[in-house]
Structures are given as C-alpha cells and as structure tokens.
C-alpha cells in the first residue's frame, strides 16, 4: 500500500515583540520571533476535532502512534481513531472516587487508569477490559507508572506518617508481583526506568528494583529535594512549586544509579513550578515569582553539558516535548497571539532560525486559556499534537507547528 501524504498549511502568525540576549533574557513581557512557513506532515495522523463526554472531560487523555484514549473519571476507557478522532471502542465502568488519571503503556499494548482503589486496564489492540486489580484498601490512587512490562501505582499517602504503598503489577494480565510500603509526598511523581522505580518523599529520592520492589539507592541526606522533576531517564530536585517562599534550594540532577547528585546549571532564582525533560537531556523549566505563578518564564537548561541555553517569557501552562521541540502555549495575556499552541527548538531556543525557528499555530477553541487545554503528545514521530480541553470538554489534533 502506497503511504498517503497529506500537505498542511500551518497558519502561523509573528509573535510581537524580540526576547533579548538568551543567555540573560530580554524584558518580561517579550517573546520569542516565530516565522511563517508551512510544513509538510506524513503519515496516517490528520487533524480533526471531536467532543469528549463529561466523565472523559474530569479524566485524563493519552495517545500512541496508532490512536487517542482517554480515561473517565468512573474507570473506564475510551479509544479514538488517530484519522478523524470517532470512537473506535469503549470500556465502561461505574466506579466512584479521585481518579489517578491515566498510564498509556504501547509496548504492553495496555491503558491503566484506577479510581476508588481499583486499577483497570484496558486492551489496546482489542479496545477490551484486559484485567482490573483492587487494594486491600480502598482509598484512591495518586500516581501511576509503566515501565519494562510492569506497572506501578501509589495509593493515598497515610496524614499521619507521609507513608502510601507501591504496588507493582504485571502489564499483560494485573498479577501482583509486589507492594512496599513507602515515605511519599502528594504530588510527587512516580518514575521508573531502566529496571527501577523512583519515589520521594519531599525530602529524599529512594530507588526500588523493579523485580523485587527491594530498596537499591536513596538520595544523600544533605541533598535536597523538595519537587523531582522527571523525563527522558532523568532526574532533578527542585524548590517545592508549593513552597511560598525566597529562597529555594540548589537545583541538582541526580545520578539514577547512585542518585548521588551531578554538575548541574545553576540555582533556580524564582520559584520552580513544572517542568519537562527531553530523552536527550533538555530540560525546560517554569520559574515564576513565589505569590504569583500565573507569569514567569521558562528557561532551558542542557543537563549533559552543564549549561543554560534559553529563556522565555510565559504565562503558566501544560507543556510537553514532541519531534524534538518544546510545546506549550503562547502567553494568555498577549491579546495578538494567545490561544495557540507554540513550538520552540529544544537547543536553538525562541531565536533559531530556519527549520528551528520557533512555530506557532492557528488559534482555536481548544487552546484558549479559559479551556485549561492540556496537550497530548502520541508517541512515535506523527507530526501531531492532540490538544484536550477542560473546560468545554472535547479534543482536536493538530498538525505540530
């Protein structure tokens, strides 16, 4: 069969304004030149809008290379054709409770959402009910992972002990393989790797063997770690985005070996808020005044290289990294340019020209701010974003400007 090649025009649009110098940055209310050009995207992903139910709206939406899924917040599955975003096959459920969102593993073919103490998967290729697994409680989940065949979750932390237990169960059929009992802080992510898997607790970062769940590195205890941001096989502390204070702690990769800490670029000087990794050792960080993070910039650092790359104005917002570019989305105060999505070159920053120049594209009802739009990056290299709107609930993929 002959591979379809479909021609899209991006509408782009030059962004007002010139940041200044990129190791320093210009003034706050700046941003990056985008140019006008249009893109060639191959490939069976096409753009297309559909509306998503309201328990598919209170949920969470992944993608893979070949399709859309989106979890409800009753536990149930929802797949979507990658062509024209039409339901393609449903898993329904009734559960009641805090949805731990969603895990969207392609290698094991499965999508894993738990609500109400319950995990649930779902079959990929078949769009069935693959296996369901229950706590011994039922308090509800708070963080998932994949990894290497295995999947992990992290139920309620105990208020009195900063304590949850990590289960891992088999991707392909939910056996339990094992469940520890851990120090975790609400809101810290779950990592795992490379045969390991990553918790913290606020303070410290601990290493468990993916196999045994037996404990293999904790981080030193002078090293910081408030906040672990995680991505692309790495890890690094920050200030707590929930701290409201000054000063916050040195920023340090740490080694996921040892998880001793590495060179890393500098201290952060606002506060940390989120942030995203690239799998080559980008990472590009929102840093906004401690009262106030609905304005700030994200700023760019090489991990490899021990060095700063770039900055730029934003406003705070869902972002991810796709083909090699950092997306998110413009600034919601520049009344020219809001409500679209933006693409800046992971090294070149908001000031590449020619193919790493920065991109942005036609403005839509998905991408204004008043939708709290959340972007959906499928895997593989598919020239698309998906973006998810809150608060109109529906989904339009697009091609990646």
């Known amino acids: 069969m002959k591979r379809r090649i479909a021609v899209v025009g991006a509408a782009l649009m030059v962004l007002a304004g010139c940041a200044g110098n990129t190791a320093s940055g210009g003034s706050r209310s700046s941003g990056p030149t985008v140019e006008t050009t249009s893109r060639a995207v191959s490939g069976p992903w096409r753009a297309w809008t559909a509306s998503l139910s309201s328990r598919e709206a209170r949920g969470s939406c992944g993608a893979t290379a070949h399709q859309v899924v989106c979890a409800t917040n009753a536990g149930g599955f929802v797949g979507r054709s990658r062509a024209d975003g039409r339901i393609t096959w449903t898993v329904p459920a009734d559960d009641h409770g805090k949805s731990a969102g969603l895990v969207v593993d392609a290698a094991d073919e499965r999508a894993v959402t738990g609500v109400a103490g319950r995990l649930r998967a779902a079959n990929l290729r078949t769009g069935s009910l693959a296996w369901t697994h229950q706590l011994r409680t039922s308090r509800a989940y708070f963080a998932l992972g994949a990894a290497d065949g295995i999947i992990y979750a992290l139920d309620a932390p105990d208020p009195f002990t900063h304590t ?238």
């Open 164 to 401: 949850a237990v990590l289960d891992a169960v088999r991707a392909s059929d939910g056996t339990p393989l094992w469940h520890r009992t851990v120090a975790w802080s609400t809101g810290e992510p779950l990592a795992a790797f490379r045969g390991r898997v990553y918790t913290a607790d606020g303070t410290r970062v601990t290493a468990r063997d993916a196999r045994t769940g037996d404990t293999v590195a904790t981080s030193p205890a002078g090293v910081e770690c408030p906040h672990l941001v995680t991505g692309g096989h790495y890890l690094v502390c920050t200030g707590s985005p929930f701290s409201a204070g000054d000063i916050f702690p040195p920023m340090r990769r740490l080694d996921p070996a040892t998880l001793r800490p590495l060179p890393t670029p500098r201290n952060t000087i606002d506060k940390p808020v989120h942030g995203v990794i690239s799998d080559d050792g980008v990472l590009v960080l929102y840093e906004a005044g401690a009262e106030d993070t609905s304005a700030g910039n994200w700023f760019a650092y090489d991990l490899e290289n021990d060095r700063k790359l770039w900055r730029t104005y934003a406003t705070e917002a869902d972002a991810a990294v796709a083909g090699g570019r950092f997306v998110t989305f413009t600034p919601r105060n520049d009344r020219t340019t809001r409500g679209r999505v933006l693409t800046i070159d992971l090294h070149a920053g908001p000031h590449g020209t020619g193919t790493a120049a920065p991109r942005m594209s036609a403005a839509y009802s998905q991408t204004r701010g008043g939708e709290h739009p959340v972007i959906v990056a499928p895997a593989g290299d598919t020239g698309h974003v998906v973006v998810m709107a809150r608060t109109h609930g529906s989904l339009r993929s697009l091609p990646l400007p």
